[in-house]
């Protein structure tokens, strides 16, 4: 079986600004590629990678960008009340912010990892387990 993942906007914002460990998003894109692994993405989340490739002009041709993001072998994860629900269950009790709430909620439904390297993610250590960029 292949093992399934789930990418925080902060991984794909680090792989295309070549940040510290962007290799490893790299390398999990090209397993997902050739069929070795499975990434998963919540919707809420590829909206802030638009909102923020958009708004920091990250990109000289961004139609061309978002064209391309969208044909990355990511599995885009739509939201379903229930997931809303167990997001904003999150919200009030930990403070970081809503999406980062919608892509823990998803990791928890799906039983996956997170790979991020928001340290957001530390205050819900013992919700959702973490593999690291940048630490």
């Known amino acids: ?9 902060y991984a794909i914002l680090a792989f295309l600004n070549k940040e510290k460990k962007y290799q490893i998003v790299l390398n999990l894109l090209k397993e997902a590629r050739l069929g ?5 993405m919540n919707q809420i989340n590829a909206g802030e990678v638009y909102y923020h490739v958009k708004k920091r002009n990250l990109t000289e041709n961004f139609d061309k960008f978002w064209k391309t993001f969208l044909m990355l072998p990511i599995e885009f994860i739509c939201n379903d009340f229930e997931l809303v629900i167990e997001a904003a269950k999150l919200k009030s009790i930990h403070s970081i912010s809503f999406a980062d709430c919608f892509a823990a909620a998803t990791a928890i439904k799906e039983n996956v990892s997170i790979v ?20």
Request: proline content about 3%; overall charge positive.
């Open 116 to 135: 991020t390297g928001d340290p957001d993610f530390k205050k819900l250590k013992k919700k959702v387990s973490v593999e690291w960029l940048g630490y």
């Open 36 to 40: 070795k692994r499975l990434l998963i």
């Open 1 to 9: 079986m292949k093992k399934k993942i789930l990418l925080d906007s």
